[in-house]
C-alpha cells in the first residue's frame, strides 16, 4: 500500500469536529454556528452597553470588515488613537498614579 493511512479514534460525537481528513457534517456545521452566533451576540452587546451605544448602532458597524481607528474614533467605538506611550499617560491620568510598562519576553515556539 503505498500513501498515507490515516486512522481516527474518538470518544464523543465532536470530538474531531474540524479535522482536514473529511468535510464538516451538517450537524458540526450548525454546532460551530451556534457558538460563533453567540459569541457574536455578546461581543454585540458588551460594546452596545461599553460604548453606551443601541444594539442595532452595533451592529451596522460590526459587518466584519476592516476599519481604520480614525473611522473607530468618529463611530464612537475608541475613545483615542495613540501608542503604548499615549495609553501610559492615559492609564496615569485616569488612576492617578505613575504606570509602569513591563516588557515580557516569550520564548520562541520554534
Do not use: H, W
Not at 79 to 91: N, P, S, V, W
Amino acid at each position: 500500500m503505498e500513501g498515507v493511512a490515516y486512522n481516527e479514534f474518538t470518544t464523543g460525537t465532536f470530538k474531531n469536529l474540524g479535522t482536514p481528513t473529511r468535510p464538516v457534517t451538517k450537524d458540526e456545521k450548525a454546532l460551530l454556528e451556534r457558538d460563533i452566533n453567540e459569541v457574536f451576540e455578546n461581543f454585540i452587546t458588551a460594546v452596545s452597553l461599553g460604548r453606551q451605544m443601541t444594539i442595532e448602532r452595533v451592529r451596522s458597524l460590526a459587518d466584519g470588515s476592516s476599519m481604520t481607528g480614525i473611522r473607530a474614533k468618529q463611530e464612537g467605538l475608541i475613545d483615542a488613537i495613540g501608542g503604548i506611550e499615549e495609553a501610559r499617560i492615559y492609564i496615569e491620568n485616569k488612576i492617578g498614579v505613575p504606570a509602569v510598562l513591563c516588557e515580557f519576553d516569550t520564548e520562541s515556539f520554534f
